[in-house]
């Protein structure tokens, strides 16, 4: 379908997200090709695609179908897909032929063993690496979005001991990305990445390469439990969930705000202590509890 930018910057406005977006930005010049999109999966659990067809929201696009089929023009994504095989690759090596198109990547990108721990795809009778498809797709892509921390920099797919050097996309690639941070991302963090890209808008980053306007904020500054005493046990309502080792302190998300489920919760109100899945050092100490951080 084809979008104009005004449509789009209605389906902004609309959006539950419009009230975090922040100031006016700056325009962005994308081309064209750039409501076509290609989403690449790499190391990872396929979370950060469930955690998108979970969109579920009262105002447009309300649904993953919505935004695929009124919004932006998907053309390869492995796990919804109909098509497979060759047939897929192709659809997707057409938009590159093109240019100028967002390219999404969820999962990390393995690096060892000349990107061997993870392939692509195959075509034409040869074997593709994540890590060639996606240093060649990010090439011509007008923007890459990485859905998620471990495409972002590497994230449980690089904990330690990491032993297929898993990266993030930009690390991996010497590219710029724009990181939708999460594991996984919220559905709406993903849809405001992607409305704010397709309007042309701007999109200030932090230094981890996270929209501010998304990040920009500690979550235990808008955590409700904030003033209350800190428990020792798990399981007592309403109470700071510090000394159980949350990291809200240190953490830099809107779940407290924007929560979960359409709204409906988040990890502290269900009395989970927040373990930072949207930092750059997620998981600090590994799935074992050992090592000393991710991608180390
Ligand atoms: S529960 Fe976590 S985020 Fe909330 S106030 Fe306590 S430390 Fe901060
Ligand atoms: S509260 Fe923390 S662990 Fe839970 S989703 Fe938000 S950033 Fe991730």
Not at 253 to 278: E, F, L, M, Q, R
Request: aromatic share 8%; glycine share 12%.
């Amino acid at each position: 379908m084809e979008i104009s930018r005004r449509h789009f910057l209605s389906v902004l406005g609309a959006s539950s997200l419009a009230a975090i977006a922040g100031p006016a930005l700056d325009a962005l010049a994308l081309p064209a090709n750039a409501k076509k999109a290609i989403w690449l999966q790499g190391s990872g659990c396929t979370g950060c695609s469930i955690s998108f067809l979970n969109r579920i929201s009262s105002v447009s696009p309300t649904s993953a179908a919505d935004v695929l089929l009124n919004v932006v023009e998907l053309n390869y994504q492995p796990t919804i897909m109909s098509a497979s095989g060759e047939l897929a690759v192709s659809a997707a090596e057409a938009v590159y032929a093109q240019g100028g198109y967002v390219l999404l990547v969820e999962g990390g990108v393995p690096t060892a063993f000349g990107g061997a721990a993870c392939w692509g795809w195959s075509m034409g009778g040869k074997d593709y690496t994540f890590l060639e498809i996606v240093n060649k797709y990010s090439s011509k892509a007008a923007a890459t979005i990485c859905i998620g921390t471990c495409a972002s920099w590497g994230g449980v797919s690089a904990a330690y001991p990491n032993p297929t050097a898993v990266k993030g996309v930009a690390q991996a690639t010497g590219r710029k990305t724009i990181n939708i941070a999460g594991c996984p991302p919220h559905p709406d963090w993903i849809v405001w990445g992607l409305a704010q890209l397709l309007a042309g808008a701007g999109m200030p980053l932090d230094s981890y390469g996270r929209p501010t306007a998304l990040y920009g904020k500690k979550l235990h500054e808008r955590c409700p439990r904030k003033e209350t005493d800190e428990i020792k046990t798990f399981g007592v309502d309403g109470r700071c969930l510090k000394a159980l080792g949350c990291k809200g302190p240190t953490t830099e998300a809107p779940c407290a705000t924007s929560k979960w489920n359409n709204g409906v919760n988040w990890c502290v109100d269900a009395n989970a202590p927040c373990i930072g899945c949207t930092e750059a050092n997620f998981p600090v100490r590994g799935l074992m509890g050992i090592g000393t951080g991710s991608g180390e």
